[in-house]
Structure formats: structure tokens, C-alpha cells
């Protein structure tokens, strides 16, 4: 497994790749942090309230992550939202990672 890079929906052989990730229009940490809370908050307006953002740009950066990555991530009606298949495997994958991150920034913060 060590020369492939295993990415959401992707498998990169390291051979073909220049950079640690190579998918194009990669989202951000931040962009990945706003879907994780619409999933853990259950919609985009709790979501929104828990981030202090407009429910606008909380749904603009969610359809922007599912055209990146060019699959869906919700499953949107009016009066719900659940996760794909492949949203919430995204989802699995990247809480951890987005933990760690936050968690390494806090001790360095505190290490100063």
C-alpha cells in the first residue's frame, strides 16, 4: 500500500504523483470543517448557528466540496438532510484528521 495515496473517492500512485495530493481543486481544512459539522449538526442552519456563518455559505462550501471531489455528499429535501454513501465514509475519515489538526495547533498555541 506504501506507493499508492488512498484520498476519498481516489487511489493516486505515488509514481504519477509531484505533491502529497494531487487531486485537483482539493478542499481546504476549513471548507472539509464546515461538511463535517452539517453532518454532525444534522442540517445546515444548526450547523450554521455553530459556526457563526450565513446557512449560504455553509451550502455553497458543501456544493463546491461535491463538485471537487464530483460526487454527492447529501442527500438534500426540504425538510431533511442525510449523508451518501460516500459522504459518510468521507465523513469517518476525515474526523480524525481534522481532530488531530485542531489538536496539534492547541498545543503549539500553548507550548509559546
Request: hydrophobic share 40%; with cysteine.
Amino acid at each position: 500500500m506504501s506507493e499508492y495515496l488512498l484520498f476519498p473517492t481516489r487511489l493516486i500512485s505515488r509514481a504519477f504523483s509531484n505533491t502529497l495530493f494531487s487531486v485537483k481543486n482539493s478542499p481546504s481544512h476549513d471548507d472539509l470543517a464546515i461538511f463535517l459539522t452539517v453532518v454532525r449538526e444534522g442540517g445546515f442552519r444548526a450547523a450554521s448557528r455553530r459556526l457563526g456563518l450565513a446557512p449560504s455559505k455553509v451550502s455553497t462550501t458543501v456544493s463546491r466540496i461535491e463538485a471537487d471531489l464530483g460526487v454527492p455528499l447529501l442527500i438534500r429535501t426540504t425538510r431533511s438532510l442525510r449523508t451518501t454513501e460516500a459522504g459518510q465514509a468521507l465523513a469517518e475519515r476525515i474526523a480524525p484528521h481534522l481532530a488531530g489538526l485542531d489538536a496539534a495547533c492547541s498545543e503549539t498555541a500553548e507550548s509559546a
